[in-house]
């Protein structure tokens, strides 16, 4: 997805751009912390440089560690507790965009499908899609599967 992205939560209270810059294509989470996470059978999610990010409204957070060790803080509405972004202390200066929050979520494919060793059975993925068992887990693995959309 290219261009300025706009999104919100579900009441309207909190809205926000994502300016065209520096992010990665977008791709499907099957974990089983996304799965408990958002009540559903996956999540999307969509890295991208925080700096591009501009949000009107005010954020409440949580913070929780993940199986790798890192901390994440998830930023969402304090009113309908939609989460719109979280951040993980092993990346600074970046953030993920919880696709489904984007007026266009329509439009998001994933590039990608990761810990499909989790997904739930009923889930088909589409052919030709990279599907992980896991995720990847250097900078390098990351870059090569779902890639900067812009530099």
């Given at each position: 997805m290219r261009g300025d992205l706009t999104g919100g939560c579900l009441c309207g209270a909190v809205r926000y751009t994502l300016r065209d810059g520096f992010r990665f294509r977008p791709y499907a989470c099957h974990c089983t912390d996304c799965q408990t996470r958002t009540g559903g059978a996956f999540s999307e999610h969509m890295l991208f440089a925080k700096q591009d990010?501009?949000?009107?409204?005010?954020?409440?957070?949580?913070?929780?560690?993940?199986?790798?060790?890192a901390l994440s803080s998830i930023w969402g509405c304090p009113t309908c507790k939609?989460?719109?972004?979280?951040?993980?202390?092993?990346?600074?200066?970046?953030?993920?965009l919880r696709c489904g929050t984007?007026?266009?979520?329509?439009?998001?494919?994933?590039?990608?499908?990761?810990?499909v060793s989790s997904k739930q059975a009923w889930v088909t993925l589409p052919d030709g899609v990279p599907a992980l068992a896991e995720q990847p887990w250097t900078q390098a693995e990351w870059i090569a599967l779902v890639g900067p959309t812009s530099s």
């Open positions: 990010l501009d949000i009107v409204g005010d954020l409440d957070i949580g913070s929780y560690e993940q199986p790798s060790g939609v989460r719109i972004f979280a951040e993980n202390d092993k990346r600074p200066g970046f953030a993920s984007l007026d266009r979520s329509h439009e998001v494919v994933p590039a990608a499908h990761l810990w």
